[in-house]
C-alpha cells in the first residue's frame, strides 16, 4: 500500500466508480434512446458543484463548450458521451447494447502533491463520488 501512496502522491489520485440506470418495461428502450439524447443534446451545466468545461460527443464527433462553441472530435463515432469537469473529474455516459439501461463511468482526480494526507483526498473523492451519483440520477429522472 505504502508502493500505491507514493504513486498517488507523485501522479496524483484517481478514484472511480459505476452507476447503472435500468431502463424497466416496454418502452425501455425508447427511454434510453431519450436519455442519451437528453446528454447529447442537453448535458448538464455541472456535477457534484463541478462545473462543466466540454462535452465530448461521440456520436457527432464534436467538443462543445458551455456556451455552444463546438470543434471537431477526433476518434471513432458512437453513442457516447463524455463529460469534462473541473479539475481533471469527468463521466461517461453511454448506453448498454444488450439491455434497456444508461451505464455512468464516474472518475474523479485530485493532483499530485507530496505532503497530501491520502486518507482524507480518498475521503473527499468518495463523497464526490456519490454526489455524481446523486445529480447523475435527478439528471436522469430515477
Known amino acids: 500500500m505504502k508502493k500505491l501512496n507514493d504513486l498517488f502522491r507523485q501522479h ?40 462543466l468545461i466540454q462535452a465530448r460527443d461521440y456520436s457527432t464527433r464534436k467538443v462543445i463548450t458551455p456556451d455552444g462553441t463546438a470543434k471537431r472530435l477526433d476518434g471513432p463515432k458512437g453513442d ?8 481533471g473529474n469527468y463521466v461517461a455516459v453511454r448506453p448498454s447494447g444488450t439491455e434497456p439501461k444508461v451505464k455512468f463511468y464516474m472518475f474523479t482526480f485530485d493532483p ?5 494526507n491520502l486518507d482524507a483526498i480518498k475521503s473527499a473523492q468518495a463523497k464526490r463520488l456519490k454526489a455524481m451519483e446523486a445529480d447523475l440520477k435527478a439528471f436522469s429522472g430515477v
Open 112 to 116: 499530485p502533491d507530496p505532503s497530501a
Open 12 to 51: 496524483g489520485c484517481h478514484s472511480e466508480s459505476q452507476l447503472n440506470v435500468q431502463m424497466p418495461g416496454e418502452k425501455g428502450m425508447e427511454d434510453m434512446a431519450a436519455l442519451m439524447a437528453k446528454f447529447h443534446n442537453t448535458p448538464p451545466k455541472s456535477i457534484a458543484g463541478l462545473n
Open 80 to 87: 457516447l458521451v463524455i463529460l469534462d469537469l473541473e479539475g
